[in-house]
């Protein structure tokens, strides 16, 4: 086989069926750098996988056994306590409390508690209230800015600005706000509308709704970087094809957009869910349990009972339930978004 120029090929040349002619150094020398990196890999492969494979495991070792041991090991040492009569009077022994087996009372015991009946009732309304109106403020924002406003970055950096701030402070602000006799209506007084003042989070009939607004407050501005940025993920094309079948904008947005922003919706209402349900630091530093426990929720029952009242065990039944409600609402979530991913 002969090249253009009348000189072997070099695969010819190596193949050996060139014999007729001598190989042109030149052709030999692209020849080794265009095979020779094969063979050195093929040969060296087989000697770096298994180092590759133990330093790999070298590395994640470590953070594998703290996460084991510190998450799931004390999980399984939180429902193991559930499931005891380890309180204040408890004798130890070295440093292991000598602690009774008593099954399932503990949850019966707590099921029966009026406290915890209240603070349940408490968590579905915030729950339902909290994810509604983050959702709705969230998605009003998101298509605000969808159309190219003046100023869109600053109102973006504006409306995401709470969720650089934590629910401490978040709380903290807000008790001084919702204060009877400060902040907000001490601003209705000043404008003249008397009949928005109230108690809030000190009023039993308002209670846990005046922490929704807090809340609200903090967490509409992330869902509205969802809903933008899916919002943004949707082809102008889609759009203009709507307007030239003569929807509207409310049409468009109901029938067009909504539909294709469902999996954000999905993701921001499992988000918001896991918060509310663990919900603690809001509450503790803005209203603590309130007037008949009207602003208590389970987390800061839990907080109360294990740490200031030493009853170990109802406390990890507490934490129990609130893992099994919140496992409840994210593992599925986690299922079908991996059966999506193995699916595409």
């Known amino acids: 086989m002969q090249t253009l120029e009348g000189k072997p090929n070099a695969v010819s040349v190596l193949d050996g069926r060139a014999r007729s002619s001598p ?22 492969h087989g000697g770096q996988q298994p180092f590759d494979r133990v330093l790999s495991i070298a590395l994640i070792a470590p953070s594998t056994l703290a996460v084991a041991v510190f998450v799931y ?6 429902a193991w306590i559930s499931l005891t009569n380890w309180n204040s009077l408890v004798p130890f022994d070295g440093v292991m409390p000598r602690v009774g087996f008593v099954g399932w009372q503990t ?6 508690n009026a406290r915890f009946q209240i ?10 209230l909290f994810i509604i109106a983050c959702n709705v403020i969230g998605l009003g924002l998101a298509v605000l800015l969808d ?7 600053f109102f973006r950096s504006v409306f995401l600005f709470p969720m650089a701030v934590s629910f401490i402070v978040t709380g903290v602000v807000w008790r001084w706000l919702e204060n009877p006799s400060t902040g907000l209506n001490q601003i209705f007084d000043s404008l003249g509308l008397d009949f928005l003042k109230n108690g809030w989070y000190t009023d039993p ?7 929704v607004l807090a809340a609200t407050w903090q967490m509409s501005g992330y869902v509205m970087a969802l809903y933008l940025a899916g919002l943004r993920g949707i082809s102008n094309d889609l759009r203009e094809a709507a307007r030239v079948d003569g929807a509207s904008e409310w049409q468009l947005l109901r029938y067009v957009l909504l539909p294709l922003l469902t999996p954000i919706t999905l993701t921001a209402v499992i988000i918001l869910g896991h918060i509310s349900l663990k919900i603690f630091d809001l509450t503790s530093a803005m209203t603590g349990p309130g007037p008949a426990f009207a602003d208590d929720v389970p987390a800061l029952f839990m907080f ?4 200031q009242g030493n009853h170990f065990a109802q406390g990890g039944a507490i934490a129990t339930i609130l893992l099994v409600l919140v496992a409840t609402l994210v593992v599925p979530y986690l299922f079908y978004s991996l059966r999506g991913e193995t699916e595409r």
């Open 205 to 211: 009939n308002i209670g846990i709704k005046a922490v």
């Open 73 to 78: 090991g004390f999980i399984a040492w939180t």
């Open 107 to 112: 949850y019966e015991r707590l099921l029966q």
């Open 119 to 128: 603070d349940v009732q408490n968590t579905v309304v915030f729950t339902v």
């Open 147 to 153: 159309h190219n406003m003046p100023g869109e970055g």
């Open 304 to 307: 109360n009972t294990t740490f």
């Open 23 to 44: 190989p042109d150094p030149q052709v030999l020398r692209v020849a080794a750098r265009t095979h020779a990196p094969r063979r050195v890999r093929a040969a060296t």
